[in-house]
């Protein structure tokens, strides 16, 4: 990895952190309102038709987009190392997933629909997950020495309340709620709500990520893209070399790969399982998602300074106990009243696990090789990453519950935060 870096230039600090924080905000509809709560379970329901084998297909597609993500965001990061401009290559992944995310309006509720909605939605989770490869690399530009914990809490709280404010203007805006009508005129074609969540989420994404580009200041200089390109991944070829040498890396990079493959699967199925596994209507299925995002959002500020304070592996083990102890009554409750409260109380530990990885990656990397380092911390936490979602599938199909593929997720917790604990963190700066 490169070891020297340019300073950056500080001038209004407090403007570059909020438009950094704000990208959270923007990305997040994505994962609340495609991934997750709406639109996942309109593909099972209304384009495929059956709950449980519509998860299965979901599955396939988050997974066949995630072995994109793994081969090519090391490769990226350690390019745009060497080339600078990693705003640009930001704002190219948000063109890359704004233009299938709209035109999921065209999925209607058809089988002809499934295959194409699955290439438009693996498309848009690819564009969404390479750009969080330069958006995690400009953290240590933005923050200020002694807040990269603060920092990246903040942005993470603020995604949850990006997420459930775009949900929000969904629901009552585009689907209606309890019975109303929607606030916003619609074209006259079925499921005209749930399609139009598409156009919304990649009107939010694009909006919200200019003050990033407009605000944030990155190190000056940059090699031509064709140097770059060469020099970038020279160095990432020494940095793989090297690797085997570098076992406190390879912990952190292997551990919080399979944890986090358990917050994907979580995102990705979270949504689904409630409503067909627990039967959860629309309305209990809303307060899920409005409560969840509430509490992960709290949890992940509010954990910020604990990160700073303590530093980041006690509050990712912290999170991880607390992550374990409450899924594992999550996956055997029947009652929805049940799951729901014991959801809330869990997204208190689900926004700090995060937040604290992003920021422990960071501390971990070297000065000047960021976009290296969250490329290989992308390339780790989607190189096994089909598996998760294949695995749900196979243990849904399996057993013919969702219960036996929500089960896997703990499991990844568990195992990935026994890895870290093993990982010795820098000292804090």
Request: net charge positive.
């Amino acid at each position: 990895m490169t070891t020297s870096a340019a300073s950056v230039p500080r001038a209004n600090a407090r403007a570059a952190i909020f438009g950094w924080c704000l990208y959270d905000w923007a990305m997040s509809a994505f994962n609340t309102v495609i991934g997750t709560f709406v639109f996942s379970v309109y593909f099972t329901k209304g384009i495929v038709g059956d709950a449980d084998h519509g998860a299965a297909l979901w599955g396939v597609a988050i997974g066949a987009g995630g072995v994109a993500v793994a081969l090519l965001s090391p490769v990226l990061g350690a390019v745009a190392d060497h080339g600078g401009r990693r705003k640009a290559w930001l704002a190219a992944c948000v063109a890359a997933a704004v233009g299938p995310t709209a035109l999921l309006w065209l999925a209607a509720p058809d089988p002809s629909w499934i295959v194409p909605a699955m290439l438009l939605v693996g498309l848009a989770s690819v564009a969404f997950e390479l750009s969080y490869v330069f958006y995690n690399a400009l953290l240590v530009d933005v923050a200020p020495p002694g807040m990269l914990g603060r920092v990246s809490g903040w942005g993470w709280g603020l995604g949850y309340f990006g997420g459930l404010a775009c949900l929000v203007i969904a629901l009552f805006g585009l689907i209606g709620f309890g019975g109303a009508a929607p606030l916003l005129p619609l074209p006259a074609v079925e499921s005209a709500g749930p399609r139009a969540t598409g156009p919304l989420v990649a009107l939010w994404w694009a909006l919200f990520a200019l003050p990033l580009l407009l605000l944030v200041r990155e190190r000056p200089g940059g090699a031509p893209i064709g140097a770059a390109i060469r020099r970038g991944l020279a160095d990432l070829w020494r940095t793989l070399k090297s690797l085997p040498g570098q076992g406190n890396l390879v912990r952190f990079l292997v551990g919080s790969a399979i944890y986090r493959e358990g917050f994907n699967m979580l995102f990705a199925f979270g949504g689904i399982y409630a409503a067909g596994a627990l039967g959860l209507d629309f309305g209990q299925l809303v307060l899920f998602a409005i409560g969840l995002n509430v509490t992960s959002g709290i949890g992940a500020i509010l954990f910020a300074w604990v990160d700073d304070a303590i530093g980041s592996k006690p509050t990712i083990l912290v999170s991880i106990v607390g992550l374990v102890a409450l899924g594992v009554p999550i996956i055997l409750v029947t009652d929805p009243a049940w799951f729901i409260g014991l959801a809330l109380v869990l997204g208190l530990f689900l926004g700090p696990a995060q937040a604290a990885s992003r920021t422990l990656m960071g501390r971990l990397a070297p000065p000047g090789g960021e976009g290296e380092a969250y490329g290989l911390y992308g390339f780790t936490g989607r190189a096994t990453g089909f598996l998760g979602p294949w695995l749900f599938a196979a243990a849904t199909a399996a057993f013919a519950t969702q219960r036996a593929g929500m089960a896997t997720v703990i499991a990844l917790f568990a195992l990935g935060g026994l890895i870290v604990a093993t990982v010795r963190e820098p000292a804090r700066g």
